[in-house]
């Protein structure tokens, strides 16, 4: 009994290290994480509670565990729905952010349409001209001027909506490993842009999405 007491407290402590470290977003009032949450605070989540995702009850080939490349503890976790999401920021004491809210902090006071200026730079962001078929590790490329990395690129994160006659809505925010800056237009047309912060990269899905570029980052309320 003492002895799985001491594993049972190891395995706690080991969970608690793996929490994200969160940024208060000015003027206040809320808090987000410095990272998108990676693969090892998220199976931190799933030892401790048993936790099993939307894809794996319905045994998908593709999960969070297996997403179809090569994963490491430091990449961002992926094939997670919003339910998926919303039960590891609960877990922690947190939940996903607004549409708003994500789009305030990704900025950190920038007008323009990458929170770095208007021209695409790798320095900033993971995305297809410099991964590898899969996601880099979160917390290496420049972060905004309010501490948070990688809120462009590398995978899309869930952002919570207005409902929408009467059905909660999200929206995945920022682009990801897979995208390039602009999404290519058929011959006679103009390009549309893919990766960046407006309100026009933002694109609706269903709650039980998922996919092998969306992830997430919890927020806090803060008082």
């Known amino acids: 009994m003492i002895r799985a007491a001491v594993i049972a407290g190891a395995l706690c402590a080991a969970a608690f290290d793996q929490r994200p470290e969160f940024v208060r977003i000015p003027p206040g009032g809320y808090a987000m994480a410095?990272?998108?949450?990676?693969?090892?605070q998220f199976a931190a989540f799933v030892s401790a509670t048993g936790y099993r995702t939307a894809a794996e009850q319905a045994g998908d080939p593709r999960t969070w565990r297996e997403p179809g490349y090569q994963v490491a503890g430091n990449q961002p976790v992926v094939y997670v729905?919003?339910?998926?999401?919303?039960?590891y920021c609960e877990w922690i004491g947190a939940r996903?952010?607004?549409d708003a809210e994500w789009e305030h902090?990704?900025?950190?006071?920038?007008?323009?349409?990458h929170y770095w200026g208007d021209r695409i730079d790798g320095r900033y962001l993971w995305?297809?001209?410099n991964t590898d078929g899969r996601p880099g590790p979160v917390g290496k490329k420049l972060p905004n001027s309010w501490g948070l990395h990688d809120v462009e690129g590398n995978v899309w994160e869930w952002a919570m909506?207005?409902?929408e006659d009467g059905a909660e809505m999200a929206n995945r925010r920022g682009g990801s490993w897979i995208d390039c800056e602009d999404i290519e237009a058929p011959p006679g047309r103009s390009s549309g842009?893919?990766?960046g912060l407006s309100k026009y990269?933002?694109?609706a899905v269903g709650l039980d999405h998922r996919y092998d570029d969306i992830g997430f980052r919890c927020a806090r309320t803060e008082h």
């Open 34 to 40: 410095k990272t998108e949450t990676t693969v090892a």
């Open 161 to 163: 909506s207005p409902p």
């Open 96 to 98: 996903l952010p607004t």
């Open 201 to 203: 990269f933002k694109i």
């Open 81 to 87: 729905t919003v339910k998926d999401a919303t039960a």
């Open 105 to 113: 902090a990704a900025r950190a006071g920038s007008t323009t349409r």
């Open 127 to 129: 995305y297809r001209p």
């Open 193 to 195: 842009p893919l990766i």
